[in-house]
């Protein structure tokens, strides 16, 4: 017990200065005992910072395989080839963050299928687009069982045009909702935007999407 109240008071004169100054590093109080070593931080692209290992301690690594797996048959994409009246809607202007048909549905059906048929299901963590096409798609794919929740990232979508209403998300409680009604309540609750904090309405970029999985995803696994 004594210990553990030396480690509280310890803990209670130690004062945090912003990576920002004191040439970023923890800083203890003064007559607080000896100094803890010193971290240094890095400033992650949401503005937040986590710490860097110190020196001469041993790097993390991964070796990282992207599986990567396009969207089934959106309703948007329907009507780029049907159309409406004269003209297909090329320039998705009609539906905002469509979901799946219900033939794209059963395209995602027949791939998992096909996946745990020849063992390749089981991935470390599933990340999607925050489109609602692409986080259905990933729900009826790889979501659930040994696979986990489905986590929606910034930067996966096509360069569109800025009117068009088909690679722009919907706000958070509206694509839910939408979510809701496509998949049963099981498959729902895998999808978790908790990484998006602080990234909403991130612009398209593979580097930076690359940059997210070693600062925010890596990490947590």
């Known amino acids: 017990t004594e210990n553990a109240s030396a480690c509280v008071r310890a803990r209670r004169c130690s004062t945090f200065v912003h990576p920002e100054q004191a040439d970023k590093r923890w800083s203890p ?3 607080c005992g000896p100094p803890a070593p010193s971290a240094h931080f890095k400033q992650t692209m949401d503005g937040s910072f986590w710490e860097l290992p110190q020196a001469g301690a041993e790097p ?3 070796n990282v395989t992207l599986q990567v797996t396009r969207h089934g048959q959106s309703c948007q994409n329907l009507l780029e ?4 009246g004269l003209f297909p809607d090329i320039y998705g202007t009609r539906i905002p963050d469509p979901m799946l048909t219900g033939f794209g549905a059963v395209e995602c059906d027949t791939a998992r299928a096909s996946l ?3 063992g390749h299901l089981k991935v470390d963590a599933v990340v999607s687009s925050e489109l609602a096409r692409a ?3 990933a729900v009826l794919m790889y979501g659930g069982e040994s696979n986990g929740n489905v986590y929606v990232a910034p930067f996966l979508k096509e360069n569109f045009p800025p009117w ?4 722009a998300p919907l706000p958070q409680e509206k694509q ?5 009604k496509a998949l049963r309540p099981e498959q729902e609750e895998l999808v978790d935007y908790s990484y998006m904090r602080g990234l909403e309405g991130r612009k398209p970029d593979w580097n930076q999407f690359k940059r997210f999985l070693a600062e925010k995803v890596l990490p947590d696994l």
Request: hydrophobic share 30%; net charge positive.
């Open 60 to 62: 993390r690594a991964w």
């Open 135 to 137: 986080i259905q798609t």
């Open 81 to 84: 080839n049907l159309g409406v």
């Open 176 to 180: 839910r909702g939408k979510l809701r």
């Open 29 to 31: 109080s003064r007559g």
């Open 164 to 167: 068009s209403a088909y690679n």
């Open 116 to 118: 745990v048929s020849g």
